[in-house]
């Protein structure tokens, strides 16, 4: 108990206490208001830049990299915890994980049609492009992949299960309903179209199946929320309708300027 304690000196006003900070000054930059554009950024060994993401192209062909008929899918199912977490600041090492207890596969999809993009933005006119593009112009007709997830996003608001997508190249989630309207953010956040389609499921879209957009940067530059487009099965094209729900004119300018990076850049 305290009253069992020795004598305890009482405390002495009159005596001053000075805190000495030279220790850490001596040990920590600053650099508030000094900045050296000349001096080049040293990453650690496990520390990587974000890939670069381009503004949203006036139409797309997407590729489904996905398809999840679960009620509801996690963003912990989107991309998982525990041995992930070392991988936090390597964007592209932590998309490695992405669906990878869910679809194993998703990672291999997403990365083909990454390739084909990548290809693009060097030679729109590569016989490549030119074949996977199914003669469309590929000088205005981006390549990317999509999630079909009936109602994504529940769970910790990890941004990451959003940007791991991104990483590899996906443009959009199309689902009956968001989950939760923080996901829904990570995904405009990240430059990538929250689509909403009530009777998806009806779709049945399964992995390699496409969704043709026409005109989609057209669209976000105006006002309109509803997009005709084609949804390309073994062959079959089908006439949808997607729709972009309450985007505020920011959330469009962000996925106009390909991610939230781009658009606080200008």
């Known amino acids: 108990a305290a009253d069992e304690l020795p004598d305890v000196p009482a405390d002495r006003p009159e005596e001053n206490w000075n805190y000495d900070d030279g220790a850490y000054k001596a040990r920590v930059y600053y650099g508030v208001g000094k900045p050296q554009p000349e001096t080049e950024l040293v990453f650690g060994p496990n520390i990587a830049d974000w890939p670069e993401q381009i503004p949203l192209p006036e139409n797309l062909l997407l590729t489904a990299a996905a398809a999840?008929?679960?009620?509801?899918?996690?963003?912990?199912?989107?991309?998982?915890?525990?041995?992930?977490?070392?991988?936090?600041?390597?964007?592209?090492?932590?998309?490695e994980f992405a669906l990878s207890r869910k679809d194993p596969q998703y990672v291999?999809?997403?990365?083909?049609?990454?390739?084909?993009?990548?290809?693009?933005?060097?030679?729109?006119?590569?016989?490549?492009?030119?074949?996977?593009?199914?003669?469309?112009?590929?000088?205005?007709?981006?390549?990317?992949?999509?999630l079909m997830a009936l109602k994504p996003g529940d769970g910790s608001a990890r941004e990451q299960a959003a940007s791991c997508q991104r990483v590899l190249g996906g443009c959009a989630n199309v689902c009956a309903e968001f989950a939760t309207k923080r996901y829904r953010s990570n995904v405009v956040n990240w430059g990538m179209l929250p689509f909403i389609a009530p009777d998806v499921k009806d779709w049945n879209i399964q992995p390699g199946d496409q969704l043709y957009l026409p005109g989609i940067r057209a669209l976000l530059e105006g006002e309109g929320e509803a997009l005709s487009a084609t949804l390309i099965q073994g062959g079959k094209e089908t006439a949808v309708t997607l729709t972009l729900p309450g985007l505020t004119r920011e959330e469009r300018d962000i996925i106009l300027a390909g991610c939230l990076i781009n658009y606080y850049a200008k």
């Open 108 to 146: 291999p999809r997403a990365k083909a049609v990454l390739s084909l993009e990548k290809l693009r933005r060097e030679n729109p006119a590569a016989p490549e492009v030119a074949q996977a593009l199914g003669g469309r112009d590929g000088r205005t007709t981006g390549l990317g992949s999509f």
């Open 68 to 95: 999840i008929y679960d009620p509801v899918t996690t963003t912990d199912e989107l991309i998982p915890s525990g041995e992930t977490s070392s991988y936090r600041s390597n964007p592209l090492r932590l998309s």
